[in-house]
């Protein structure tokens, strides 16, 4: 018999365009925190990062903040993205078409960020239904990428093995996450002249590769599965 395959995806970055948002209001914050932080300082050496990972790198840096300013800070910044995020949001390109391609799959959303902005940003550009409730957050299983318990917990949650998953994702921290997980791993690698794919990872450099990616890994591991029922 062959075994279902789960898609877990990751979201920003991968299915929604919301990291220059995020950097923008990150960069503003963190400057008026003391900690000096442009827009290009995420995209270029952070993304995909836990916040409060950035700001240890920055603290170490550039001096400790107040702990109670920073929760100010934080808790202002996400207020503002999230603001943002209801009315400035896009999806990156290719996703939708993809996961319309998809749809037979169990997909399941797996983030660094909070459950909460997880679901503004899937509201904003229509995805919540591909979705439903298979929404899952560092914030809320209280680990982050690039620690692989995070994509397992997804794996778990909905009634797969890791090596059933298929996660896609574009930042290297979470595609580390879910090569150490076990999984089969997609980096949709958007920066491929300044990126290198991990090894072992599967590169495609635009969502509309993703559908013709997913068919011939699961046309591969039907072929697998018949040649060992055969072989029995």
């Given amino acids: 018999?062959?075994?279902?395959?789960?898609?877990?995806?990751?979201?920003?970055?991968?299915?929604?365009?919301?990291?220059?948002?995020?950097?923008?209001?990150m960069a503003a914050s963190l400057t008026r925190l003391g900690l000096p932080f442009q827009a290009s300082d995420y995209i270029?050496?952070?993304?995909?990062?836990?916040?409060?990972?950035?700001?240890?790198?920055?603290?170490?840096r550039?001096?400790?903040v107040d702990p109670l300013h920073l929760a100010e800070t934080e808790t202002e910044m996400r207020s503002n993205l999230?603001?943002?995020l209801e009315s400035e949001l896009s999806p990156i390109t290719g996703a939708r078409e993809a996961l319309l391609a998809l749809s037979n799959y169990p997909c399941g959303v797996v983030s660094n960020g909070p459950e909460n902005k997880i679901v503004t940003s899937l509201k904003a550009i229509g995805f919540s239904d591909f979705f439903g409730t298979n929404l899952y957050s560092g914030y809320t299983a209280k680990c982050w990428k690039p620690d692989p318990r995070l994509y397992l917990h997804a794996a778990q949650l909905m009634g797969f093995e890791a090596e059933d998953c298929i996660a896609i994702d574009d930042a290297l921290v979470g595609v580390r996450a879910a090569l150490d997980a076990g999984m089969t791993v997609i980096h949709l690698n958007r920066y491929p002249d300044a990126e290198e794919t991990p090894e072992g990872a599967i590169m495609i450099s635009s969502m509309y590769q993703l559908p013709t990616v997913i068919e011939n890994l699961a046309h591969a591991r039907a072929m697998d599965s018949r040649q060992v029922a055969h072989a029995r």
Avoid: H, K
């Avoid at 991968?14 to 209001?25: G, I, Q």
């Avoid at 270029?44 to 170490?60: K, P, Q, T």
């Fill in 1 to 25: 018999m062959i075994r279902p395959l789960c898609l877990l995806f990751d979201c920003d970055g991968t299915l929604v365009d919301s990291e220059p948002l995020l950097a923008a209001e």
């Fill in 82 to 84: 999230n603001r943002r």
């Fill in 62 to 64: 550039y001096g400790s």
């Fill in 44 to 60: 270029g050496e952070f993304r995909g990062s836990r916040f409060r990972n950035i700001v240890a790198v920055l603290e170490d």
